[in-house]
């Protein structure tokens, strides 16, 4: 590394909210091939952040980033459902166990009432700490995607 | 909120690599409507997490999540170089003054070598801490999609 002093700084971050889903349990969430992610649940944001969600009535879809705060450390390598004979590299994963342990979830936004974000597609546990919301903009046509080890 | 402890603790998050890209200053990254990015850079791993790209290249795009390290505080409302007319929540902008100064791209990847990957399509300084890098593996078709104040 040319620049070593950067990757071994460590950063601080607090949660805006937390998600409101069904899942009490990592087995209740719909894994591997197929699995298809249509629960609702709620992102409910942190009162005095509320204005930051002006306008977000108007997208269809969002980026979720959260912690996956129940794991425990990290694997470099690592079978996940959809593959359970093959190890795969953490980073062609979406597994929990990531060196830093932060989900991505592409949700439907179906309705906001106040600090409150009512949504569709949840995949992360009751109780999850919400760290940043985004607006999905735009799509890679699916012509052009390859899917690695997944395909 | 019904659990307010889990909203007011901090998490420590470590980058896995840094950025180099074309970019010393934001005035050189492409802003705003249309605005295209196709510029190249290599996504540098530490070398001692290697083990973790492993397969990564049978993926075509990449989702890259990476600090904003050099934005210092945030804004709730905030007006952006696409829309300089009216103010916008920061959840509904890709701002880099948020809550927790992250930032998300989809990259496509071009070509690995051992812990350096390069790839197209980065919009973040050059030296940017990398935080994660996941598959990026669907798409919500375009004519499902709503974009909100962009539109």
């Known amino acids: ?18 998600a409101r889903t069904p899942f009490r349990d990592t087995s209740q969430i719909p894994k591997g091939k197929g699995a298809r992610h249509t629960a609702e649940g709620t992102l409910e944001i942190r009162p005095e952040l509320e204005a930051g969600l002006t306008d977000i009535e108007g997208f269809s879809h969002l980026f979720v980033l959260w912690l996956f705060h129940r794991a425990d450390g990290f694997d470099l390598v690592t079978r996940v459902p959809v593959d359970e004979h093959r190890a795969h590299g953490v980073f062609s994963t979406r597994t929990s166990r990531r060196p830093n342990p932060i989900g991505l979830t592409v949700v439907e936004l179906l309705e906001r009432s106040g600090a409150s ?3 569709r597609g949840v995949d992360m546990l009751d109780g999850t700490p919400i760290l940043d919301i985004k607006p999905y903009l735009s799509s890679i046509p699916s012509e052009k995607l390859r899917r690695g080890w997944l395909d």
Chains 1, 2 share one sequence.
């Open 1 to 18: 590394m040319n620049d070593p002093s950067s990757n071994h700084t460590a950063y601080a971050v607090k949660p805006i909210g937390i």
């Open 117 to 119: 974000l009512r949504v």
